[in-house]
């Protein structure tokens, strides 16, 4: 083992820093600053794209996802969401100078209630015994498909609205069977549905792309956690109708008015790169939606660490460059060190 030593600037505070990581010989880490190591809170393991619809991964796949997000500085991964043979393995046998793995297991969804061939389909009367099943097999989280356009054998149906995916009484019985067990929940949610999901108890929001103000003070009351996974929506379509460029635009003028106010509330806004995205842009996209780069920089760091009970360990990214200068930096660390161990 080595000791790596830092001397520098320690962010997202911005303050004068030395810290040892590792035991053994000292060496010194090349970079003049330092982050405790990025935390991607919305990530798919076993979940790739391909020809724009989601597929599932095998665990060599999963595990070289691992790898990429370790070198990019990330040292621990919420995966809310795959094939639970594969996440729950990673999650219960972690390994030196890879990412900590948080895992919530399956989705939990009915039939044809989210995109195919990525989950087994969980029917309302079973919901309860699956749950109680996925803690039993290591799982801290779980990931309910709260809403969903209704699917076809293309995948969602064109035109078509989201529509809950079950009764709230039945979501209800997952949270109270989840928090009886220590665990938490998951939600994803698009709709007006999350004013509902978080008076029930949810303990984090995925996406919600139309959480109102009243909604992050309960949220936050209970200091709760949102990740709106924004790099999801890509890039504006230069063939979208006027319609969807409308809808675009609404929804970007409302997660600008709504994320600085999470902070304000109590709510820990967290970086997840879902399907497509990373960390680095995910922070980007946060500055570009009314966060500062600080408060960014927290929402990937501190903020999500204290937010998923990452307890204190030796890790630590260095840069050359200030990510408070540009956060497209986060995605070029100088050095990697992972629970002691230099991995870059």
Same mark, same amino acid.
């Given at each position: 083992?080595?000791?790596?030593?830092?001397?520098?600037?320690?962010? /997202?505070?911005?303050?004068?820093?030395?810290?040892?990581?590792?035991? @053994?010989?000292?060496?010194?880490?090349? @970079?003049?600053?330092?982050?405790?190591?990025?935390?991607?809170?919305?990530?798919?393991?076993?979940?790739?794209?391909?020809?724009?619809?989601?597929?599932?991964?095998?665990?060599?796949?999963? #595990? +070289?996802?691992?790898?990429?997000?370790?070198?990019?500085?990330? #040292?621990?991964?919420?995966?809310?969401?795959?094939?639970?043979?594969? $996440? !729950?393995?990673?999650?219960?046998?972690?390994?030196?100078?890879?990412?900590?793995?948080?895992?919530?297991?399956?989705?939990?969804?009915?039939?044809?209630?989210?995109? *195919? &061939?990525?989950?087994? /389909?969980?029917?309302?009367?079973?919901?309860?015994?699956?749950?109680?099943?996925?803690?039993?097999? &290591? *799982?801290?989280?779980?990931? =309910?498909?709260?809403?969903?356009?209704?699917?076809?054998?293309?995948?969602?149906?064109?035109?078509? +609205?989201?529509?809950?995916?079950?009764?709230?009484?039945?979501?209800?019985?997952?949270?109270?069977?989840?928090?009886?067990?220590?665990? #938490?929940?998951?939600?994803?949610?698009?709709?007006?549905?999350?004013?509902?999901?978080?008076?029930?108890?949810?303990?984090?929001?995925?996406?919600?792309?139309? %959480?109102?103000?009243?909604?992050?003070?309960? =949220? @936050?009351?209970?200091?709760?956690?949102?990740?709106?996974?924004?790099?999801?929506?890509?890039? /504006?379509?230069?063939?979208?109708?006027?319609?969807?460029?409308?809808?675009?635009?609404?929804?970007?003028?409302?997660?600008?008015?709504?994320?600085? =106010?999470?902070?304000?509330? &109590?709510?820990?806004?967290?970086?997840?790169?879902?399907?497509?995205?990373?960390?680095?842009?995910?922070?980007?996209?946060?500055?570009?939606?009314? !966060? $500062?780069?600080?408060?960014?920089?927290?929402?990937?760091?501190?903020?999500?660490?204290?937010?998923?009970?990452?307890? +204190?360990?030796?890790?630590?990214?260095?840069?050359?460059?200030?990510?408070?200068?540009?956060?497209? %930096?986060? *995605?070029?660390?100088?050095?990697?060190?992972?629970?002691?161990?230099?991995? #870059?």
């Amino acid at each position: 083992m080595t000791r790596w030593v830092f001397d520098g600037i320690g962010l /997202p505070a911005g303050e004068s820093l030395r810290v040892e990581v590792g035991s @053994g010989a000292a060496e010194v880490l090349p @970079g003049r600053f330092a982050l405790p190591g990025l935390v991607d809170s919305h990530c798919h393991l076993t979940v790739g794209v391909r020809e724009r619809k989601p597929v599932s991964l095998d665990e060599a796949a999963a #595990r +070289a996802m691992l790898a990429v997000l370790g070198q990019a500085g990330v #040292r621990a991964v919420r995966d809310v969401g795959g094939n639970r043979s594969i $996440t !729950l393995k990673l999650a219960t046998d972690p390994e030196d100078g890879r990412p900590v793995v948080l895992a919530a297991g399956r989705f939990f969804a009915p039939e044809a209630s989210y995109f *195919a &061939g990525i989950y087994e /389909p969980v029917p309302a009367e079973s919901l309860v015994a699956a749950v109680e099943a996925e803690l039993d097999a &290591g *799982a801290t989280w779980i990931k =309910l498909v709260a809403d969903f356009p209704p699917v076809g054998p293309d995948g969602p149906i064109p035109g078509s +609205a989201m529509t809950p995916n079950y009764e709230m009484s039945a979501v209800e019985d997952v949270i109270a069977t989840a928090h009886a067990r220590g665990a #938490r929940v998951a939600a994803h949610v698009q709709t007006g549905l999350v004013s509902e999901l978080i008076r029930a108890g949810i303990d984090s929001v995925e996406h919600g792309e139309v %959480i109102t103000a009243d909604d992050l003070k309960t =949220l @936050g009351a209970r200091g709760g956690g949102w990740t709106p996974t924004l790099s999801a929506y890509g890039p /504006p379509d230069p063939n979208a109708t006027p319609q969807q460029a409308e809808r675009r635009r609404a929804r970007t003028e409302h997660m600008t008015e709504m994320l600085p =106010l999470a902070g304000q509330y &109590g709510v820990h806004v967290l970086t997840g790169s879902d399907m497509v995205g990373t960390v680095a842009g995910e922070v980007d996209q946060l500055v570009r939606h009314g !966060l $500062t780069v600080a408060q960014a920089l927290e929402a990937a760091t501190t903020s999500a660490a204290g937010f998923l009970g990452l307890t +204190a360990t030796d890790d630590l990214v260095t840069y050359d460059a200030d990510p408070r200068e540009h956060p497209d %930096i986060l *995605a070029t660390p100088t050095a990697v060190v992972l629970r002691g161990h230099r991995i #870059r």
